[in-house]
């Protein structure tokens, strides 16, 4: 993800719009986008602020707390569902779709995981690596 770019830039390119300059030429002037300049300079005429709004996060991972325990009483249940089983069920019982991260992010934030066992047992060494 990038980063924003500075205040200092941010309120120099909106005191030159106030003090008369367009904002196609401040935007060339201090090399931003046309569509930044545009918008910061909405932003600091509708909320006083030119400081970037916080970024990123996520936002959808949290719905699926709704189910919590409905989840985990189905992982319960039945230990080896995949993600995917998960997505699908919550699907046909609650019209939710959510992608196999999401899932995936609602038992790490739980600190559940588990993995999958092999389909064959792990070879034992039987000699030692130096």
């Not at 003090?19 to 401040?26: D, E, I, V």
């Not at 400081?51 to 990123?56: K, L, Y």
Request: charged share 30%; proline share 4%.
């Amino acid at each position: 993800m990038t980063r924003a770019l500075s205040d200092d830039l941010r309120r120099r390119v909106v005191e030159a719009v106030e003090a008369g300059m367009s904002r196609r030429a401040a935007a060339d002037r201090f090399g931003v986008g046309i569509a930044t300049a545009i918008r910061w300079v909405e932003r600091w005429r509708s909320t006083g602020s030119w400081a970037a709004r916080p970024g990123g996060g996520n936002q959808r991972s949290h719905v699926m707390d709704a189910y919590r325990e409905e989840i985990l009483a189905l992982v319960a249940a039945k230990p080896d569902m995949t993600l995917a089983e998960i997505s699908a069920y919550l699907e046909a019982i609650h019209g939710l779709r959510p992608a196999l991260s999401t899932v995936h992010r609602f038992f790490e934030r739980h600190g559940i995981s588990y993995k999958k066992r092999m389909a064959r047992p792990v070879c034992k060494l039987d000699f030692e690596i130096p």
